[in-house]
């Protein structure tokens, strides 16, 4: 499902950069749109919030240019435009368009109006779509069209930043405009669905809770998004009230704020976060969700202002957090995931957070506004899900490729040892089955050797060849026995004197052989059979392997262990033999014969 994406790849990036140009063009302020009217633009602050018309008419005003930044403030707004002259042939009207459509409630005084020489009109997200005067996604006034410039007020009241720009353009202008931007957001909303799709796709083939996590986050900033260009007042015109409307539009900003922390916190919890770094983006979700508390008890300006703030920290706080992370050590996490590198997640937030302060800024009237500022969350919306997307199907990619590999890893692991089995039980059989064969012809020789001669020295040979072959096999079956079953212990006390006494007498060379200095009545709690093995070794490895004209020495005494326990000491001492002194540290390898 990748392969169309893989053969495009090259040409997207050049793709989406002709259409972030194209965006920028189509949303720039007054220089690239031909035909706006608005000479001069001015602004009075009525702190206060009862000032009459011909009281904020007689104030005195301040300029600005393209974008009025006030921030979050009860206080109410008043805006002198200057009208320019219309040309003869321009028409009778003219159109105020008024963005972003999040503004509460924007009242026109315009003196030119027929009506008693005083036109006063409200439009805003409080009133219904239906009664716009001018067919837009956006906020709009028709006011006559003059030959000679004039004045028109705006009166702003907005639980809302009180960010806002005015064009006054001919009708025909402002339909060639809407279609442009009718087609640019479009192509935003079509953007942003697919990247929600892609990453859909992704989470239904692998179920990674990333992937989840984010698909969840795009549904919510695609409706966001649809309703910051004024969509939902068209499509929930005559449905829901208008102010219930508004009511629903503050709950998205607060929703696309939490889902996006919450996505980007469980992004990050891929990684080995600084233990500060839980706990700081844990309290900016408790934060999130004291902002939708004040919004839930109507304490809206104060929850939408929080709210933005919070925009502003948690990007600080993502890209100090993001600078922090490691990979997790070997042998933790889950081995089927793949991080991507450190650089590539603290470059996307670098670039988000030089996206979002060209709204986030002048949204909190730090910073003079434009109209990047209005349609920065837009861009946002855009520029994040095309690297988060891009992120996390080069995750996806890489984390199918990590479990292909484990995958063919184990199958092959799988089989080695299915192999291995086979082959270890057929060896078992053989080697019990060779080990019982040649225990009965042994035993037959050492019945036929044993009646004739006695005293020879040839059948002393013979019978000592038998007796050593025969515990060879011994050997064998008792190792068989251990490596092919779970060995269990039989503990039971064993007296180790009195046992180590009896070996030295059914030794092959008798007790007479043996300078023996046992201490009596020694006693331990184990496995008798393991104990007579262990005892036998020492014992037979120092007669087959010992001078055999020296005597060998055995010892057994209490003695404190290294760690200060007490216990017994199993001395075997005796000189080398012709195969001379063994590798020392080879002597307790297994299965280990020196060269001689």
Not at 62 to 90: C, E, F, N
Not at 378 to 407: D, F, K, N, P
Not at 577 to 594: C, N
Request: net charge neutral.
């Amino acid at each position: 499902m990748w392969v169309p994406f893989r053969r495009k790849s090259a040409r997207a990036p050049q793709a989406i950069a002709a259409f972030l140009l194209g965006l920028a063009a189509a949303l720039l302020p007054v220089g690239s749109w031909a035909g706006d009217f608005i000479a001069e633009s001015a602004y009075w602050t009525d702190t206060s919030g009862t000032a009459s018309f011909e009281q904020a008419r007689s104030e005195p005003y301040i300029p600005y240019s393209h974008v009025l930044s006030k921030g979050y403030s009860a206080d109410v707004q008043w805006i002198r435009l200057k009208i320019g002259a219309v040309p003869a042939g321009g028409g009778d009207s003219l159109v105020l368009r008024l963005r972003p459509v999040y503004l509460d409630e924007i009242t026109l005084f315009d003196p030119a109006e027929p009506t008693g020489g005083l036109g006063v009109r409200t439009t805003g997200d409080w009133t219904s779509w239906h009664s716009t005067e001018f067919e837009s996604l956006h906020h709009t006034f028709l006011i006559p069209a003059k030959s000679s410039p004039r004045y028109v007020w705006l009166r702003l009241v907005t639980n809302s930043t009180q960010l806002l720009h005015v064009e006054a353009l001919a009708p025909r202008e402002m339909l060639r405009q809407e279609h442009t931007l009718w087609l640019v957001y479009s192509a935003l909303l079509a953007l942003i669905l697919s990247f929600l799709i892609w990453v859909f796709l992704a989470w239904v083939k692998d179920r990674d809770p990333v992937n989840g996590a984010f698909a969840l986050r795009q549904v919510v900033l695609l409706i966001y998004t649809a309703s910051y260009l004024g969509y939902h007042r068209i499509v929930l015109a005559g449905v829901i009230e208008p102010r219930s409307q508004d009511i629903l539009y503050n709950w998205l900003v607060m929703l696309t704020t939490a889902l996006s922390l919450i996505f980007e916190y469980r992004f990050l919890r891929e990684y080995v976060l600084p233990r500060w770094g839980h706990l700081l983006l844990r309290t900016l979700v408790v934060c999130s969700a004291l902002a939708m508390s004040l919004l839930l008890a109507g304490h809206t300006r104060s929850a939408l202002n929080l709210n933005m703030v919070l925009n502003a920290v948690i990007l600080l706080s993502l890209l100090v957090v993001a600078w922090r992370i490691q990979p997790p050590a070997s042998g933790q996490g889950d081995a089927g995931t793949y991080q991507l590198p450190k650089q590539a997640v603290a470059g996307y937030y670098i670039t988000i957070i030089g996206v979002l302060a060209l709204s986030i800024l002048p949204s909190l009237g730090v910073l003079q506004g434009s109209m990047l500022s209005i349609y920065g969350v837009l861009l946002y919306g855009l520029i994040s899900g095309l690297l988060m997307t891009s992120l996390l199907i080069v995750r996806s990619r890489q984390i199918e490729r990590v479990r292909l590999e484990m995958a063919n890893h184990l199958f092959l692991s799988r089989e080695q040892l299915v192999i291995e089995q086979k082959r270890r039980q057929d060896q078992s059989q053989l080697l019990s089955m060779l080990m019982h064969e040649l225990k009965t012809p042994l035993s037959v020789i050492d019945m036929a050797v044993t009646p004739h001669s006695h005293g020879s020295q040839t059948t002393n040979y013979v019978s000592r060849a038998v007796d050593n072959i025969k515990s060879i096999l011994d050997r064998c079956i008792q190792t068989d026995r251990m490596v092919e079953r779970e060995f269990r212990l039989d503990l039971h006390t064993v007296h180790l004197s009195d046992q180590l006494h009896q070996c030295l007498q059914d030794s092959k060379e008798g007790a007479q052989r043996f300078d023996a200095h046992i201490a009596p009545d020694l006693q331990v709690n184990s496995d008798l059979q393991c104990v007579l093995i262990i005892i036998n070794n020492l014992i037979e490895n120092a007669l087959k392997h010992g001078d055999a004209q020296a005597r060998i020495g055995v010892a057994l005494s209490p003695a404190l262990g290294s760690d200060a326990r007490p216990g017994i000491l199993l001395t075997v001492s005796s000189w080398p033999g012709p195969s001379g002194w063994p590798e020392a540290d080879k002597l307790f390898g297994k299965y280990y014969r020196s060269p001689s």
